[in-house]
């Protein structure tokens, strides 16, 4: 089962009105739309069922640029571009073999120090991803638990507090309307 990757509802959950975008919707419309008591937040049972239905809360993996492309990428820099003609054409019209050689084996080298500098950053975002470890705080059966981002699903109730840093994925619930605390 495929993950859904936008905030729209799916036909099953459209909202019985006029088919408004669900964040021009009120607080209440919404959790009328999506069977859910506020104080209560979803059972147990029902989220499964709902993680069932939409699969997990993650956004697609994007595909793996193959690396003859990136290595072809680093030649869109315009230094590289200069100093591969140049090469170019000290090898053809001047017959400098020397230089010509010496230019295009720059320009090689420039272009794998660039894709290893790339693969390095790559792997550092990979590892900071594995370490990073997103939470969410949600009703369920009525208390309050925090769960793993990607066990989100449609119709959870979500708290968010002042300081949280705040980053919803494939578009695991329906906004809400910001209300301020009242003070006491």
Known sequence: MQARLTDAPG??????A???????????????????DA????SSAEAASRAGRFG????????AEPRWHAFIR????????????????SLYPLRQLGTGILLILLTLGNAVLGLQQ???A???????????????RVRRDAQKAEIPAGQLVPGDVVSIEAGDIFRLTAGCCRRQRWRSPSPS
């Open 18 to 36: 006029s088919g408004r975008a669900w964040h021009t919707l009120s607080v209440e419309r919404v959790l009328r739309a999506e069977e859910v």
């Open 11 to 16: 036909p099953e959950l459209e909202p019985q």
């Open 56 to 63: 997990p809360n993650k956004l697609a993996a994007g595909r």
């Open 118 to 120: 790339e693969g390095k």
């Open 74 to 89: 680093q030649y869109s820099d315009p230094m590289q571009i200069v100093l591969l003609a140049a090469g170019v054409l």
């Open 39 to 42: 104080r209560r937040g979803l």
């Open 122 to 136: 790559e792997a550092a975002v990979a590892a900071l991803q594995k370490m990073m470890i997103v939470t969410a």
